[in-house]
């Protein structure tokens, strides 16, 4: 994993803008501490009573200048880092966004965390720059600004303030950093198990949900928290201790020096009070290795989210599709994991032609149908769309030639209109409606909401909904997965006809368990389970009701050479 890889993509051009609000911030910081450090001059001059009001009414305009230029500059910081912020924010999630969608299906049911995660890993490198960096940047260069100042007055008091200041800001937090990385990892792990738990939860039907035991995460999250606020008291113990010691040393040094006359009295006060409020600048660092924990491992997920191989990743220079494109799979093999699913299977289908993949469950169709429109690459053997290999086309446009019907096919949050129209944005409402009409949908309400994927309507209307948005889709393949597994023998007879009709001039190729759609094809391929060996004999087909329906077998039965 390259170190902070994520980060370093999101930042590349924006490190100007970093370095002039942590510019800012210093100078606000500085601003503050000799605000104060002026005003406990102007009291302790004008404590004296002196003679003329000359010094006096120089320290009352310091103090105006200070209290008006601090605000200034906070306000020009803070809309440098936010607008910072902002920026590098929407860069990284589109980013994030980018990775997922290639990536959605191999995410598998793990969706719903990981895209909560992916968004929990962007704030996280958001808070990061904003509470940490920024802060950090801008307080070491006060400490720098501040080490010179007191200089001036002692070199051993600016080293003994320079070395307080860096304890209490930089090497306690630094030092915090390994266990508060480990709660980090911790919470994290918690969180994703957390929404994990309730996304299959919600997701599970009513008879199969049973009660998840949340409480034993969510106590995991409190110990980790409660162990998170225990490091912080030791922090901000260490800090205070350091803020008295450098206060103790300015006193003893600086007291010294006004009582043997060597500086003005009003300088203990001055140096005393700045040097206090510049470890006021330190509290809010007390969150940095937290922040910087949470980006660290923020960071590493996301840079293996968003580099992570897309298995059928787009050619540098992809080909066009051919025009009426014959389809070939070329000794094909496929695995998933260990699993060898697909064994030296070869297939050609001309164009126009229709065709059944038929055999038992399991057997590799729908692996199959993957492969044809390129939602997976073969491990071996090749995929060719009018001769040309399906890794040298242009994915898009591949896919805008094809439509697939996925078995048990989701549909999408919103209205039937809107699922419909996924197939084609142009299409009338008069199409949508005669083709749900032929469906036996006629009652739907294109302006309906079909529910969380499609939970409002029954599995036989989704399928046709499903099937429609294939049909409607200009495409010159079509594969349909099971297309009529729901529907009941009149519904079963009015998609067929419906398929029928819309696919003329296309190339069709229906994975079925059931005899009905067999009698649209004109050849029945078998495929066969995989077994151990290597080798099995094809399966035997549904009833086919048409003769024509068996005229042409595979090229080579799935598997079996
Ligand atoms: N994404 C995946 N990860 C791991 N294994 C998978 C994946 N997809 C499919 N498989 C496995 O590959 C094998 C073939 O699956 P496939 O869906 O292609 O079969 P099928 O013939 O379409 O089955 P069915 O008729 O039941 O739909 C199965 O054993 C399945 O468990």
Known sequence: MTRLGFTRAVLRG??????AAALLGALALASAAALTATGGALISRAAQRPDTL????FLITGVRALGLGRAALRYVERLLAHDFTFRTLARARTRVYAALVPRGRRLGVQVGAVTHTAHADVDALQNATLRAALPLLAYLLLTAALALAVARLSVPLALGVLGLLLLAGVLAPLAACAPLARLARERAHARAALTAALTDTLHASAETATPQDFSAL?????RADARDNALLAVLTFARESAAAAALLLTLVTVGGAVLSGALPGAWLAAA??????AFDAAAPLAGVPGALADAAGADGRLHALTTAPIGTAAPPRPTRVPDRPDLHLDGVRVRHGDQLVVQDFSLHVPHGRAVALVGPSGAGKTTLARLLVRDLDPDAGAVRWGGVDARHLDPHELHARAALMEQDAPLLSGTLRANLRLADRALPDERL???LNDLGLAHFDLDGW???GGARLSGGERAR???????LKPS???????PTAHLDPPAEALALRVIERERQGRTLIIITHRPGPLALVDDVLPVGVLPAGGTSPPAPAPTAPSPAALALTPEAPHGRP
């Open 14 to 19: 924006e490190e100007g803008r970093l370095l």
């Open 54 to 57: 000359f010094t006096l009414t």
């Open 218 to 222: 969510e106590r995991t999250l409190e």
């Open 272 to 277: 005393a009070l700045g040097v206090v409020t």
């Open 433 to 435: 409606r005669a083709l």
């Open 450 to 452: 079909v529910g969380e």
């Open 465 to 471: 909904v499903a099937l429609a948005r294939a049909l």
């Open 476 to 482: 010159d393949v079509l594969i349909l997965d099971e």
